[in-house]
């Protein structure tokens, strides 16, 4: 079964069709790229998925499941997770709060024990700050667990919305832009990154990017979209020859 | 590595020991505040003045829930207050039996907090849609909704205000309302629950798609603070005796605001320093006469400028915080290193 199906997806805001007759059908363990031109649509696209908008038509499904308004929160629960194109981490908290907050949805311990701290609160407590911590050391940010998160380095706050994602235990990973800002050094390693991630979290993957090195590396299959429709689909080295996607990067060839 | 987790170990026993001496700490204050006013050692003006403190307290404590933890700005306040300091005062003069108004007098309080906990909810509707300068408008909007609605019933005494309370707050009642206050926000704010409204006001999309169910925390949030402004305007009422809408008016939810900020946001150990401080130099200054409105307000304006985030800004004392929660990181690693 497909991990997330979407239906002839279109979008409008106030009338102006931020995406139209948007397909996609993901297979688990596939790693997916969106690519297009500023203001295609990506971004939207991502935000369709995760019920931050909800889609003026169409349906979108996840492992079966109808979507298309609930809200973001219930969708992170089922198993959507993402990261932001500009980093949106909670600043002012300490990186392993960071990734405590994204426990949220599976504690179990109601109100009132949170307000005695008893019952299931200890025990689901310590498990939440056990799982963060060897979540952290999985991706070797434990060293920093104390730190102020907005005091960290660049690529380690790109590092630390990733693992927060993962704290969500999804299935299926959004990722909007993660090599933005990074050389082509920090890109290479990003690719190794993301490829191990998906091996040992046993994840879907749909990422957005611009840097076409790291997409026509690690991406078995892309989508360009421009104005919000989808112009390609298919293989990257395809993507690569396919006039449509030439003229909307490069401008139109005139002979 | 062994020298270095001994001395956690030993830093988490030290934490322990500390910890005993807090509740002996304050039951002993307790004590202290049930034999003070029996045998009544203290001046009569020093002990309203501490049971001020102790309002305020309270009052600070539940605005920083929302405006410092929830990072919201709400400056209708002293409308909730208003609704528990009514609610108790209707209780016990008309419906409670005169002779029992003393003992029931902790319901009626506690029917103070609820009556405002549930209006409270009346705020965080809107607050699912609204944030920023939109929320402070509804919020002021509700403060005046209040005022008036208490200025048109006649039963409460319209604009002339509601009296006959019998002086039923004291210290030792002050004292046990500002502890339980204290003791339910710190529990609420170190657990799933307060992480939550946490990330709400560091990035509440964010914390949304990180699985928070913000309108949950929301409304829980607006109930839990609404109640206790509630049970502060209930304790207010029995000890001034008299109550009457303009005391809670837009310029009480400013004090209000005054102290947190000067306390600093999304801190307990701040709104208690904020409140202390605020109240009690007010009644210091009391002999500078019209000069202490503008000496008050310019240590505001020097405060903003020189510690924009108030005394205790976004800090606690250690040993307020959890252990739990105060080396999650290091009982982790030294857990590590014995395995």
């Known amino acids: 079964m497909s991990v997330l199906k979407a239906e002839n997806v279109t979008h409008y805001f106030d009338g102006l069709a931020a995406v139209s007759g948007f397909n996609l059908n993901l297979e688990p363990y596939e790693l997916v790229g969106i690519i297009g031109p500023n203001g295609a649509g990506k971004t939207t696209i991502f935000n369709l998925i995760t019920g931050v908008y909800k889609a003026t038509h169409g349906s979108i499904s996840f492992a079966g499941t109808e979507i298309v308004g609930r809200t973001p929160s219930a969708i992170t629960a089922l198993g959507i997770a993402r990261t932001f194109q500009n980093i949106r981490l909670f600043k002012e908290l300490s990186v392993l709060d960071n990734v405590r907050i994204a426990h949220y949805a599976r504690v179990r311990y109601s109100p009132v024990e949170a307000l005695l701290h008893m019952g299931r609160f200890q025990k689901e407590e310590e498990e939440i700050i056990g799982h963060s911590m060897d979540l952290l050391a999985f991706l070797k940010l434990d060293a920093y ?7 960290l380095p660049y690529g380690l706050q790109r590092r630390l919305e990733i693992a927060r994602a993962l704290a969500t235990r999804p299935q ?44 026509m590396n690690i991406c078995e299959r892309l989508l360009v979209l421009d104005f919000g429709e989808t112009i390609a689909e298919g293989l990257p080295r395809d993507i690569q020859k396919n006039p449509r996607v030439l003229e909307v990067y490069l401008g139109e060839v005139k002979c | 590595m062994m020298i270095n987790t001994s001395r956690i170990k030993q ?42 403190v102790g309002i305020n307290i309270i009052l600070t404590l539940s605005l920083n829930l929302i405006n410092g933890y929830m990072g919201e700005f709400s400056v209708g306040h002293a409308g909730f207050m208003a609704i528990g300091a009514y609610v108790a005062s209707f209780l016990t003069v008309k419906v409670f039996p005169t002779d029992m108004a003393a003992w029931l007098f902790p319901l009626a309080v506690i029917a103070g907090g609820m009556v405002a906990g549930v209006v409270g909810l009346v705020v965080a509707f809107p607050s699912f849609k609204t944030r920023g300068d939109y929320l402070a408008i509804v919020t002021l909007a509700f403060g005046m909704i209040v005022k008036s609605v208490i200025e048109n019933i006649d039963a409460l005494g319209g604009p ?44 509440e999309i964010a914390s949304d798609l990180m ?49 947190v900020y000067l306390g600093g946001i999304g801190s307990i150990a701040g709104s208690v320093i904020g409140a202390t401080v605020y109240t009690v130099l007010l009644e210091v200054l009391r002999p500078m006469g019209i000069w202490r409105m503008v000496f008050m307000p310019l240590v505001l304006v020097l405060l903003m400028i020189f510690r924009p985030r108030g005394i205790m800004g976004l800090r606690e004392f250690r040993w307020f915080v959890p252990v739990r929660d105060m080396l999650a990181s290091r009982l982790w690693r030294e857990k590590k290193a014995g395995t």
């Open chain 1, 145 to 151: 667990a104390d730190e102020v998160s907005k005091n």
């Open chain 2, 160 to 203: 002339r205000g509601f009296l006959g309370m019998e002086k039923l707050s004291t210290l030792p009642w002050v004292f046990f309302w500002v502890l339980i206050s204290v003791w339910v926000i710190r529990n609420l704010i170190y657990s799933n629950f307060g992480r939550g409204v946490l990330s709400i006001r560091e990035d």
């Open chain 2, 11 to 52: 830093f988490k026993e030290n934490l322990e020991t500390k910890r005993w001496l807090l509740p002996a700490l304050l039951v002993f204050v307790f004590a202290l505040s049930l034999v003070i006013q029996q045998f009544e050692l203290l001046d009569p003006y020093v002990q309203l003045i501490i049971m001020y």
């Open chain 1, 172 to 215: 299926l990973l959004l990722l909007d832009e993660p090599a933005a800002g990074m050389n082509p050094n920090e890109v290479s390693q990003l690719m190794e990154f993301i490829k191990w991630i998906r091996k040992e979290f046993d994840l879907t993957i749909l990422l957005i990017e611009h840097q076409m090195h790291l997409v």
């Open chain 2, 211 to 259: 699985s928070v169910n913000t309108n949950h925390v929301k409304v829980l949030a607006f109930t839990v603070s609404s109640f206790f402004a509630g049970i502060a305007g209930g304790l207010f009422a029995h000890l001034l005796q008299f109550i009457n809408p303009r005391a809670f008016d837009i310029i009480k939810s400013t004090d209000i605001l005054i102290m």
